[in-house]
């Protein structure tokens, strides 16, 4: 059973636009949320990171929302660049702060960004 | 990225044959980790290593698999009998001390015919 779902399996959106890409998990002891970007041929690349005492983290042009009630996090990158065209990966959790901790993830939103 | 390398960085072979794929993470690093991509499919765990703890083996698939790691740095992961179902590409990560973000190495692409 999917533990993490990223329902969209792709996304275009216009350059400028904002970008909203959305994750689900089904169980609430995950705490600890983070967004990966992946090239092909490349290893994912972390984006950014949320814990669970948190609603909102900001980095530059990306933000992660958690709702930790629905157990839904998603990322809005704005404005939207041809270089983030990539595939986006969201991960969870359970247990931080220097304990190690696998992680579970979602099946990728492939984002285009047309000019 | 961020000071994991794997190798080789493509591997094709025959079913039935072992694999090794190998993990050169930088020194400093407390966790170890492999995954695996298959086609269309997210990032699956397969086993962890931090300290000298036992390695969480819990996302292995089969008896198959196995993973070692050397003096706390570099690490194998073998594949017995390779079977078409293991064709994936698998990623390596590494984590800090004071930091649970994981980095992860480029990966090995696995075909087995």
């Known amino acids: 059973d999917q533990q993490v779902k990223q329902n969209s399996p792709s996304l275009s959106v216009q350059e400028g636009r904002i970008s909203i890409l959305n994750c689900d998990y089904t169980?609430?002891?995950?705490?600890?949320f983070l967004w990966y970007k992946k090239y092909p041929a490349e290893g994912p690349t972390f984006l950014i990171s949320?814990?669970?005492?948190?609603d909102k983290n900001e980095d530059g042009r990306f933000t992660v929302f958690l709702n930790k009630s629905a157990k839904h996090l998603s990322l809005h990158i704005v404005p939207s660049q041809p270089g983030d065209s990539a595939v986006y990966f969201c991960?969870?959790?359970?247990?931080?702060?220097?304990?190690?901790?696998?992680?579970?993830f979602g099946t990728g939103t492939r984002l285009q960004v047309t000019l | 990225g961020a000071g994991v390398s794997q190798s080789p960085s493509n591997k094709v072979t025959e079913k039935g044959k072992d694999v090794e794929l190998r993990c050169d993470p930088i020194s400093g690093h407390t966790a170890l980790y492999w995954y695996r991509q298959s086609l269309g499919q997210g990032l699956e765990f397969l086993i962890y290593?931090?300290?000298?703890?036992?390695?969480?083996k819990s996302g292995l698939p089969s008896d198959r698999f196995s993973a070692e790691r050397t003096g706390g740095s570099v690490s194998t992961l073998t594949i017995q009998r390779t079977q078409q179902e293991d064709s994936a590409v698998y990623l390596c990560?590494?984590?800090?001390?004071?930091?649970?973000?994981?980095?992860f190495g480029p990966g090995t692409r696995l075909t087995v015919l």
């Open positions: 169980n609430s002891m995950f705490d600890y």
């Open positions: 990560a590494i984590s800090g001390l004071y930091t649970d973000t994981q980095y």
């Open positions: 991960a969870v959790a359970r247990g931080r702060g220097g304990t190690a901790s696998k992680l579970t």
């Open positions: 949320i814990s669970s005492i948190k």
């Open positions: 290593f931090q300290g000298n703890s036992a390695p969480d």
